[in-house]
């Protein structure tokens, strides 16, 4: 069994050690960044309303979504925290996309809109 002692540490040890000397490790105290955002194609982004609406609710407030936006939205899915994933159309342009988001955050009953991207860790 004495054996085993210098190996267990040597697991816990060595990957502190590495992150100390500058070695590969992903730092834990800076926040992860957005990945470039694609212009093409379609651009997903997370929608909240204040009042917590279902999925249901959401579908059926598309067509007022869609015109305010300017663009034809589609539902992709639920999240937790009751915020939706829905979808602008591949043709649009990212100044379109923008616009869109932008015309969104103006309704009242909306909590936010953000666009939904990957993360990745500096």
């Known amino acids: 069994m004495?054996?085993?002692?210098?190996?267990?540490?040597?697991?816990l040890v060595f990957p502190l050690?590495?992150?100390?000397l500058g070695g590969d490790f992903?730092?834990?105290a800076s926040p992860p960044e957005p990945a470039a955002v694609n212009?093409?194609?379609?651009?997903?982004?997370?929608?909240?309303f204040k009042d917590g609406r279902d999925e249901q609710a959401v579908r059926a407030?598309?067509?007022?979504?869609?015109?305010?936006?300017?663009?034809?939205?589609?539902?992709?899915?639920?999240m937790s925290g009751q915020a939706h994933v829905l979808r602008f159309p591949a043709a649009a342009t990212l100044v379109q996309v923008e616009q869109g988001l932008r015309a969104l955050q103006t309704m009242p009953e909306v909590d936010y809109v953000e666009l939904d991207h990957r993360m990745k860790r500096p």
């Open 2 to 11: 004495p054996t085993l002692r210098p190996v267990f540490l040597g697991v």
């Open 39 to 48: 212009p093409q194609g379609p651009q997903q982004f997370m929608l909240k």
């Open 17 to 20: 050690l590495g992150g100390c």
């Open 61 to 78: 407030s598309l067509p007022q979504l869609s015109q305010l936006a300017g663009l034809e939205l589609a539902y992709v899915r639920p």
């Open 26 to 28: 992903p730092s834990m």
